[in-house]
């Protein structure tokens, strides 16, 4: 019943022309009821929905969850609200294992939502436990030199 809900709120996202408050919820609530769609699968089957990927996979594309998620995330950056991208990353980044597919534009995302809000010191420190944890990734030494050097630029 809950895919119904998202695939009624995620179709409403679209269709909704950028006025504000509306447009706003429409995402905010399609969002909420993703994760609660995931909460409710791992309750009757813990192995559900492991990654992102999986969600489109098992349900054969048909409400294009990573597309949306990702839609989600640059309508947030359009209307700069940095505070729920902060939050609503890590939520998305604690709801699944990232074992098939890197998280790392979603990790960019929180990082560079916590620079915005003037959280340089947790985004230094998210960012060098970043790359501690993928020291290959060029994405993580990327965040690690700008958010890094930022930090040390302002307390000079």
Not at 54 to 71: A, F, L, M, P, S
Not at 87 to 106: E, N, V
Not at 136 to 152: E, P, T
């Amino acid at each position: 019943m809950k895919w119904h809900t998202f695939e009624d709120l995620t179709a409403k996202c679209y269709k909704t022309s950028d006025n504000g408050s509306i447009m706003n919820a429409c995402w905010y609530n399609a969002f909420e009821t993703l994760l609660e769609i995931m909460e409710e699968e791992r309750e009757k089957n813990p192995d559900c929905f492991r990654e992102l990927s999986e969600i489109d996979q098992r349900t054969e594309n048909k409400y294009n969850v990573q597309g949306w998620v990702d839609d989600y995330f640059k309508k947030l950056n359009s209307i700069k609200d940095y505070d729920r991208i902060y939050k609503d990353g890590l939520r998305l980044l604690d709801a699944f294992q990232w074992r098939q597919q890197s998280p790392r534009q979603i990790k960019m995302r929180v990082v560079g939502a916590m620079e915005r809000l003037g959280m340089h010191e947790a985004a230094n420190k998210y960012s060098e436990e970043w790359v501690g944890q993928e020291p290959d990734d060029i994405n993580a030494l990327f965040a690690a030199l700008i958010f890094g050097k930022g930090q040390k630029g302002q307390g000079e």
